[in-house]
């Protein structure tokens, strides 16, 4: 697994993201926040599984925590483990400890890059996978390059959007499913069977304001999740007023003359 921070540019990226890539810089290089806006927060996960066996998580970028760039070259996605079956170790196999088949496969330019403007409240995420080709054990999942953008500003809904090329879940003796590039909102696949179900361009939003973009996210019944690009981002606000009372003693004690402050 090759690991690149910071310095890795997305050779798709947008005007609207780069734009305000450029204006926002780091955290510390920023202007510090402008009067009554508070900063805005952004993250982004570029890969991530909870599915039996396999506990994944690549390409993490986070505003203002940081780091605000992260990408991973190659993403072995395998089961480490011990027993008696076919799959002892780690490795690409599709064989388990006790038998049964469990998630292996390869993703290759998994990345995450995020950046927040001090002065505007403004922030933004950009998160997902170049390529992946995934044997699921229920399927083999495969896609191009995968990616999920979130955009947010003060006194303004956060925006998602999300761009799927080439995605595609083969399901053996059940033909193959095609996802639209750009799916609308929450789109909902539901797998035969009782399989589980595939969620294209998830949105969800959070009681703070912030809203969550989930590119591609596959979710198989009592077996976990794998999902493909996950930004979030939430706007700066005004800043908490203070107490009335607090208030009060400050413009009294700005108005007291030097002699009589206490």
């Known amino acids: 697994m090759m690991r690149i921070s910071q310095g890795r540019s997305w050779g798709y990226a947008t005007a609207v993201f780069a734009a305000l890539l450029l204006v926002a810089g780091s955290p510390t290089a920023a202007a510090g926040p402008a009067d009554g ?9 570029g890969l991530s599984s909870s599915l ?3 506990d994944v998580e690549e390409a993490r970028a986070s505003y203002p925590e940081g780091p605000l760039r992260d990408a991973v070259e190659t ?18 196999g599709t064989g388990s400890a006790d038998g049964a088949s469990t998630p292996s496969g390869t993703a290759l330019g998994a990345e995450a890059s995020v950046t927040g403007n001090d002065t505007t409240g403004a922030a933004a995420a950009r998160a997902g996978v170049a390529e992946l080709a995934l044997d699921l054990g229920v399927g ?13 500003a003060p006194e303004a809904e956060p925006a998602g959007t999300v761009s799927l090329t080439g995605a595609s879940l083969s399901l053996p003796g059940r033909g193959t499913l095609t996802f639209d590039e750009v799916p609308t909102a929450n789109t909902t696949v539901r797998l035969p069977d009782g399989l589980g179900q595939v969620l294209l361009n998830e949105q969800r939003s959070a009681a703070d304001g912030t809203l969550t973009v989930h590119a591609l996210r596959v979710e198989l019944t009592d077996d976990g999740d794998l999902t493909l690009g996950s930004a979030s981002c939430r706007g700066g606000g005004p ?6 009372d607090e208030a009060a003693a400050d413009e009294a004690a700005d108005a007291a003359e030097p002699g009589e402050r206490g």
């Open 37 to 45: 806006i508070a900063p805005g927060a952004s993250s982004a996960l």
């Open 52 to 54: 039996a066996g396999v």
């Open 75 to 92: 993403v072995d996605v395998g089961v480490t483990g011990t027993g008696t079956g076919t799959g002892t170790g780690t490795g690409t």
């Open 140 to 152: 083999t999942l495969t896609t191009g390059p995968v990616r999920a953008d979130c955009t947010a």
């Open 239 to 244: 800043m908490d007023e203070p107490p009335a």
